[in-house]
C-alpha cells in the first residue's frame, strides 16, 4: 500500500528531452522462452550489435539479476511474479532514461508479462518469443538444469513441474533450432529499423 506522505517528483527533464540526447527512441525488448531456447544468447549478441552502431543499451539477464536484486526470490509462482514485477520496474527506469533496455528472462507467466507491457507507452514493449521446442531446449540443456529436473532436484521447473504459457501475440516471434543467431538479430534490428528506433 502506497503511503499518503509520498508525493510524485515531476521532473524537468523528461524522456524525451534524454532520448534527443541518445539520438534514439527508448524501448524494451522483452525476450522471453524456455530455458535452453536462446534467450541469454541472443541478447548479449543484440546488445553487442547496437553498441557498435553506438546505441545505448542495457541488458537485464534473468539469471544476473538474482545475484543482486532478486537474490531473495525462490521459483515459487508468487516469487516469479515478484521477480518480473521489479524487473519490469527497473526496464522502465531505464527506458525513461532514454535507453533501449533488453530483458532476457523465462518470465511464464502471460499475465506477469502482460503487467510489465502495461507500464509501458503504446510500441514501447516488444515481446520477443522464442518458441524453440522443449525438446530441442532439454537436448541442449547448457546449464544441466533439465537434467536435474528430470531428476527431481529441481522443484517448480518452468517447461517440467512448471508451466510456460506462450505468448499469444508476441511481436516477433523465433524459433532458434531453424534460426542461427546472426539471423535472430538481422531479423530483431529489421523490426527496430522499421519502428523507427534505430536508424539504418
Known amino acids: 500500500m502506497m503511503d499518503k506522505n509520498i508525493t510524485w517528483l515531476d521532473h524537468k527533464v523528461t524522456k524525451e528531452d534524454r532520448s534527443k540526447i541518445k539520438m534514439q527512441k527508448p524501448c524494451l525488448l522483452w525476450v522471453t522462452g524456455l530455458s535452453g531456447s536462446g534467450k541469454s544468447t541472443i541478447a548479449n549478441a543484440l546488445e553487442a550489435f547496437l553498441n557498435q552502431k553506438k546505441y545505448h543499451t542495457f541488458l537485464l539477464d534473468g539469471d544476473n539479476l538474482r545475484y543482486g536484486l532478486n537474490k531473495d526470490l525462490g521459483f515459487t509462482q508468487e516469487d516469479r511474479t515478484e521477480n518480473i514485477r521489479r524487473t519490469g520496474e527497473v526496464a522502465k527506469l531505464f527506458t525513461e532514461a532514454g535507453v533501449i533496455v533488453i530483458v532476457s528472462l523465462i518470465s511464464p507467466y502471460r499475465k506477469d508479462r502482460q503487467t510489465v507491457r502495461d507500464l509501458f507507452d503504446k510500441g514501447e514493449f516488444i515481446e520477443i518469443y522464442l518458441s524453440t521446442p522443449l525438446e530441442i531446449c532439454e537436448k541442449r540443456d547448457p546449464k544441466g538444469l533439465y537434467k536435474k529436473a528430470r531428476g527431481g532436484e529441481i522443484p517448480n521447473f ?43
Open 158 to 200: 518452468t517447461g517440467i513441474s512448471s508451466p510456460y504459457e506462450a505468448p499469444l501475440q508476441p511481436e516477433i516471434e523465433l524459433d532458434t533450432s531453424r534460426q542461427n543467431v546472426e539471423e535472430t538479430v538481422k531479423i530483431l534490428c529489421s523490426y527496430l529499423y522499421e519502428k523507427g528506433i534505430i536508424q539504418s
